[in-house]
């Protein structure tokens, strides 16, 4: 069929929206790996002196104001102050390693509710311009921190760019899903998640040391994502405006089908705009949605509650802690470098984000997703057990080592990839940015609550942490099972049909049609 090809255009436009998922990723990963350089730049900066423990850096070695055994105290006072002030200051560069992290979560959950709304003011290639400015504000800061107040300068760039990634969060899968032909929407769109786990790849390997994850180099690390930011925005300018955004939202019915026609590489385009009337008509009855809308609503209720969910499984599922542990895990198997361990952990993932592109559209979304599913609740169980038998049997480092590399890969073959795309898939134009919003935003505060909370959690529950996980992954995999509907291939309408089927109401479509109309009504007025 002419109108579900892959042509250069929509490569070509593919690949300049995925630049903004590249970012994200690179931006997720690049401050793990000069953690140290910048504990001991932030020491310096502040003039924090190191205890004896740390004194390896090269900061404290060349300065002369660390050396404090000149005099041996006379009484125990000025010791005991001396210790108060030392705890005080590890308090306090421990902090501002944290806000260094966290500021990024709390900037992407605040703008992860505004992308929607910009795609929609602006339209999605102007909405994205926009963001753009935001990373290479954020890349400015970083990349001049080394210059400057550096604990400052990293904290508010670090936040800029999660203002950034927050936004395209929503953006980015909200355009791939409008341009995509119907056959390849699952396909183009785990896209996302292939150019993300690329971005955080990379990151890992120019953050080696001898590459840019050095005293010297840490600073232009930070603030190479204006390199992908100044691309896009040149790439941006000849890419198509999101023809669904043109015909439903603008009207400019002329601009959409040169749209689609420069997609599609064929004058043909009547499925497209078709399926585009259909959806129109829906919207019109539609209107504007709000948040509350979408729980009121029974037509987008059981669609919302599966979205959210799926994000949830995605953050929930232990795949931070899965890093987390990853290098004490290398590191008692007796592997010298762990660092490379982990980032062969980061080309598993990216292996099999590809294998899940080629996947989707054969499998279909919901198998995918249930597969990963239940491949890493049995990881989760072997992982448990290689950590508890750790101390009895030091072959179990290589269960749990297995374990780690299998788990990924079952992460990125569903869970990983499907819920970004999926939300766009499960609504119409009418609800799509509200949804997608409020999907990033949940994405962004189940990333900020395992961030705070893991830690603790880790602390109290120790090796048996994994098996609170698995519990986890076991409920959200009956939840798929039983409320996710397949939307493999087809049209928004053939969806909300399955949404309907799946919550028992398929014999009271009518119901929502009067609804809408109350709905309208009442914003008439």
């Not at 939202?249 to 064929?266: I, P």
Request: hydrophobic share 50%; aromatic share 12%.
């Amino acid at each position: 069929m002419a109108e579900d090809k892959i042509t250069g255009t929509l490569v070509f436009t593919v690949f300049t929206a995925v630049l903004s998922s590249f970012q994200f990723g690179y931006d997720i990963g690049v401050i793990n790996a000069p953690q140290e350089i910048i504990i001991s730049h932030y020491r310096h900066v502040l003039s924090v002196p190191l205890d004896d423990r740390k004194a390896t850096n090269t900061y404290a070695v060349n300065r002369t104001d660390s050396l404090t055994s000149v005099t041996p105290p006379m009484d125990s006072t000025p010791t005991y102050l001396a210790e108060e002030e030392a705890r005080q200051s590890v308090g306090l560069i421990t902090m501002l390693w944290s806000l260094s992290v966290s500021s990024f979560a709390v900037g992407g959950m605040v703008a992860s509710f505004f992308g929607g709304w910009l795609g929609d003011k602006l339209g999605r290639i102007k909405a994205m311009l926009v963001a753009n400015s935001l990373s290479l504000a954020g890349a400015l800061l970083m990349g001049f921190s080394k210059l400057g107040p550096s604990h400052i300068l990293i904290i508010a760039g670090r936040s800029i760019s999660g203002l950034y990634c927050g936004l395209i969060s929503g953006l980015v899968p909200m355009y791939i899903g409008e341009i995509a032909p119907t056959t390849l929407r699952g396909a183009l769109g785990t896209l996302h998640q292939l150019a993300l786990v690329t971005g955080i790849l990379i990151s890992q390997i120019i953050g080696l040391e001898f590459i840019l994850g050095n005293h010297d180099l840490w600073h232009i690390l930070l603030g190479l994502s204006a390199v992908p930011a100044l691309l896009q925005s040149l790439l941006l300018f000849f890419c198509p405006e999101s023809p669904r955004y043109l015909y439903i939202t603008l009207e400019e019915e002329v601009k959409a089908k040169k749209s689609l026609k420069r997609l599609r590489g064929s004058d043909d385009v009547t499925k497209d705009l078709n399926e585009m009337k259909k959806e129109k008509e829906e919207a019109s009855s539609e209107q504007k949605v709000s948040v509350i809308q979408l729980f009121t609503n029974p037509s987008y209720r059981q669609p919302i509650i599966v979205a959210l969910m799926l994000h949830m499984a995605q953050q929930f599922s232990g795949i931070n802690g899965i890093f987390y542990y990853s290098t004490s895990i290398f590191q008692t198997a007796g592997i010298s470098q762990p660092v490379y361990a982990t980032i062969g952990v980061g080309a598993i993932n990216m292996v099999f984000t590809a294998v899940s592109v080629l996947l989707v559209e054969r499998a279909g979304r919901r198998s995918l997703f249930l597969i990963g599913m239940i491949g890493m609740f049995f990881c989760t169980i072997f992982m448990s057990v290689g950590l508890v038998l750790l101390d009895k049997f030091s072959w179990m480092s290589y269960v749990s080592m297995t374990a780690i590399f299998l788990f990924v890969s079952f992460f990125e073959i569903g869970p990983g990839p499907i819920p970004w795309f999926m939300v766009a898939e499960f609504f119409s134009q009418g609800p799509r940015p509200t949804a997608l919003a409020l999907a990033a935003f949940s994405n962004w505060a189940c990333n900020f609550v395992v961030a705070l909370c893991f830690q603790y959690i880790a602390d109290f529950c120790g090796p048996y942490v994994f098996f609170l996980f698995a519990g986890v992954v076991l409920v959200f995999t009956l939840f798929t099972f039983f409320k996710v509907p397949e939307t493999k291939g087809k049209s928004f309408e053939e969806i909300a049909a399955e949404f309907r089927k799946k919550s028992g109401s398929a014999q009271r479509p009518k119901k929502a049609t009067v609804e809408m109309e109350f709905l309208r009504a009442g914003e008439a007025v």
